[in-house]
């Protein structure tokens, strides 16, 4: 059985995610430890290398689950597909419960529903302009 011991170091990880060729079992090994333990955006790294089918699926769960656009946004990333807007929907939903409102905006925004989002944003964070780079 792979070890599923992550990597105590920064240039361990490195190391184990760009070797060639992966180690897939154990990165898929650490990927399902860092899974179970509701780690999917630190799992995320390891997912990416061997695009586990069924993690990426609970990778979409999660992010969904969390109402957390970046996660959606890197399960799109590694499918190389965009999620259907519904998907989109029930995150804006998750993120809106949580108070999460620039997520519930972008993941809107994602589903096609411009008018929510813009709804939304002048309701709940005024000051969020999503086409403009934060800071700025």
Avoid: N
Avoid at 58 to 73: H, M
Avoid at 100 to 120: C, I, N, S, W
Wanted: charged fraction near 30%; include cysteine; charge should be negative.
């Amino acid at each position: 059985m792979p070890s599923s011991r992550e990597p105590v170091h920064p240039l361990e990880k490195r190391d184990l995610l760009h070797a060639e060729p992966p180690d897939v079992p154990r990165i898929d090994a650490i990927a399902a430890a860092m899974a179970a333990s509701g780690r999917f955006p630190e799992a995320i790294d390891y997912i990416e290398i061997t695009k586990d089918a069924g993690l990426v699926a609970r990778a979409e769960s999660d992010a969904v689950r969390r109402g957390s656009v970046w996660l959606l946004q890197q399960v799109e990333r590694i499918r190389g597909t965009k999620c259907p807007p519904e998907t989109w929907s029930r995150l804006a939903d998750a993120a809106a419960a949580t108070e999460r409102h620039f997520d519930a905006v972008r993941a809107l925004q994602a589903a096609g529903r411009e008018a929510d989002a813009e709804t939304l944003r002048a309701e709940k964070c005024p000051d969020y302009e999503p086409f403009k780079p934060l800071g700025k």
